[in-house]
Antibody
Framework: QITLKESGPTRVKPTQTLTLTCTFS??????????VGWIRQPPGKALEWLAF???????RYSPSLKSRLTITKDTSKNQVVLTMTNMDPVDTGTYYC??????????????????WGQGTLVTVSS | EIGLTQSPGTLSLSPGERATLSCRAS???????LAWYQQKPGQAPRLLIY???SRATGIPDRFSGSGSGTDFTLTISRLEPEDFAVYFC?????????FGQGTKVEIE
């Protein structure tokens, strides 16, 4: 059974760096083809894909946020970490991590998600 | 990037009725690479449909997806009480993958 859970601060101040951790079970990020993504949802708005990381440490980022994002993995701990710099109130929202479905194809900068975490709400406010 | 417009924003129906949800893309979606998800308050999104029409594991056959190009539809043949939720579509045929804003299916 695949599960994912996000953790991190519920509130950050403008200009600060956000660090979120995704702890997962039921799969290994050292298995060929496996990827984990981060997605966010501002209140009342559409979901937005942020980043992917893969078993071979390949990393893909949303072009609009690439300069602010870093994604890393710790295979031994079954964790993926996302950092986002220079946070702004518009970055307020629920942040999800999710398992990239293996049927997503070979376009490593895109894919759909077959398992999601519950999400963590991050508020950016001074 | 491809924009996805879902309609209607809210659908008010009764249990047992048929629900038809629309997802329209601003450009053609490559290889029908479109997914549908269900989300209930406080819960993780649940994958329903991928590849426009393939049901995910464990999804009841009252859920069906159809469409190609720019127009896609999610149909729930007979609404069960547990089906009242928000549904959103996602295209993953072009980078970056994008999501629709969702359709809320509520009890009338």
């Amino acid at each position: 059974q695949i599960t994912l859970k996000e953790s991190g601060p519920t509130r950050v101040k403008p200009t600060q760096t956000l660090t979120l951790t995704c702890t997962f079970s039921g799969f290994s990020l050292s298995t060929s083809g496996v990827g984990v993504g981060w997605i966010r949802q501002p209140p009342g708005k559409a979901l937005e894909w942020l980043a992917f990381i893969y078993w071979d440490d390949d990393k893909r980022y949303s072009p609009s946020l690439k300069s602010r994002l870093t994604i890393t993995k710790d295979t031994s701990k079954n964790q993926v970490v996302l950092t986002m710099t220079n946070m702004d109130p518009v970055d307020t929202g629920t942040y999800y991590c999710a398992h990239r479905a293996t049927g997503s194809g070979s376009g490593w900068d895109r894919g759909y998600f077959d398992y999601w975490g519950q999400g963590t709400l991050v508020t950016v406010s001074s | 990037e491809i924009g996805l417009t879902q309609s209607p924003g809210t659908l008010s129906l009764s249990p047992g009725e048929r629900a038809t949800l629309s997802c329209r893309a601003s450009q053609s979606v490559t290889s029908s690479s479109l997914a549908w998800y269900q989300q209930k308050p406080g819960q993780a999104p649940r994958l329903l449909i991928y590849g426009a029409s393939s049901r995910a594991t464990g999804i009841p056959d009252r859920f069906s997806g159809s469409g190609s190009g720019t127009d896609f539809t999610l149909t729930i043949s007979r609404l069960e009480p547990e089906d009242f939720a928000v549904y959103f579509c996602q295209q993953y045929g072009s980078s970056p993958g994008t999501f629709g804003q969702g359709t809320k299916v509520e009890i009338e």
